[in-house]
Every structure is written in C-alpha cells, then in structure tokens.
C-alpha cells in the first residue's frame, strides 16, 4: 500500500500559511498540517496512507502515536529526532518504493533515498491536482466510406 511520510516541522516551517499557526502554538501548527494532509487528500483521491513525524513529545519510554483530524502522528521522544525516525520508517517498510517521503531535509531526502523511498520537496503539496484528461471520442467512419477512402490510397500508392 501507498504511504507518505511527512518530516512534520520541515513541512510546517516550509509553507507560510502553517508556519503563522506557530505564532498560536504548536499544536496548532500540527492539527493546521493535518487538516490541510486531509484536504490535499480529498483533492487528489490519494489512496493511501499519510503519516507525520514531529520531532519530541516525551514520555521517558516510548514513541506517542496520535491521529489528527485522521491523520496519523508521530511524536519521537527526545532520545530520537524525527529525521532518524523517517529514516528507520522507511528502511523497515515492507516495500519501500511505495514509500514517499515529503522533506526538504537533504539528510531525510538522501537517506529515505538510499533506502529505496521516493522523495519529495514540500512544494510537492503546494502544487494543483493534475486534472485527467478526456479520452478523444472516437470518430467511426461508414463501411461505403472507408472503402472509397482505402480505394482512392491503393491507387495514389500505385498498389
């Protein structure tokens, strides 16, 4: 199945509109980046998973899972950051080519990279759905038609 990883901060830091959200708190920040992860999925009919990475909310013991707004979070503990969490995320996959990995972190980019995940700057979700384009109709010809047509080219074509 597909899967995005979002380097949380990097992300928010990258689009102006979430990095104001930090000025109210981070928390904030972080349910503005998952509302704007559902949207961005709506608006694409992306079909797969989405998991943000946010660097430290510490318990001591282990990684705190959390879902916003139906968004899957991850807060590391301070004992690890969030680029080696992506990073062993995308080494553990089952299928890391169906992975991709949204950072403008050039150690998350090359080492997601070398782990075999696809990479993405931000911008990647700033850009517009790519519309699907209609299929040309079909233009039938009648049987009268087609042979006038195929007679008139054995012809020009000396056949």
Known sequence: MKKIILDGYNVIHAIPQLERRLDKSLRDA?????????????????????????DGKDDGYHT????????HCVYTTTKQDADGYIVSMVKEA????SVT?????????N?????????????????????????????NIDAKTAAE???????????
């Open 111 to 139: 080492n997601s990279r070398a782990h075999g995940a696809r990479i993405k700057p931000v911008d990647f979700l700033l850009t517009a759905p790519k519309k699907t384009a209609k299929p040309e109709e079909t233009k």
């Open 30 to 54: 972080r349910e503005a980046l998952a509302n704007f992860m559902v949207d961005w999925q709506k608006n694409r009919s992306y079909k797969g998973d989405i998991c943000i990475v946010f």
């Open 101 to 109: 990995v949204v950072s403008n972190d050039n150690y998350v980019a």
């Open 149 to 159: 047509i195929n007679s008139f080219l054995r012809k020009k074509w000396g056949l």
């Open 94 to 97: 089952r299928d890391p080519a």
């Open 64 to 71: 705190a899972h959390d879902n916003i707004a139906g968004v």
